[in-house]
């Protein structure tokens, strides 16, 4: 069975910084378009970034553009999210998608892979 193990949530101050990694030991990695959801409490889970399966695109949600950076390395079959300069609005349980020759879309419906997820919380 085709996991994604995501790690490196935690509680941070907002202004601080947080990396986000997803790793799938055994899916054919390069072949994956790989995108970060997130979901607040009472909320719909939402798109904050992707990177596509040929890494020649990426795409970000307008709310966390200019402070996430995301990152995929095939080699190592992971994936990761840069946070910076967090706010308390980017409290949310963030998940690793992935989906074959994924066009980056923001849909989750087209994702028919997700990790577990990792909490992120950010106090004031």
């Known amino acids: 069975q085709v996991q994604l193990i995501e790690s490196g949530g935690g509680l941070v101050q907002a202004g601080d910084s947080l990396s986000l990694s997803c790793t799938a030991p055994r899916l054919t990695f390069n072949h994956y378009t790989m995108s970060w959801f997130r979901q607040a409490p009472g909320k719909e889970r939402e798109f904050v970034s992707a990177v596509t399966w040929s890494s020649s695109r990426t795409y970000y949600a307008d709310s966390v553009k200019g402070r996430f950076t995301v990152s995929r390395d095939d080699a190592k079959r992971s994936f990761n999210l840069q946070m910076n300069i967090l706010k308390p609005e980017d409290t949310a349980v963030y998940y690793c998608?992935?989906?074959?020759w994924g066009s980056g879309s923001s849909d989750p419906s087209v994702y028919d892979i997700w990790g577990q997820g990792t909490q992120v919380t950010v106090s004031p």
């Open positions: 998608a992935a989906a074959l």
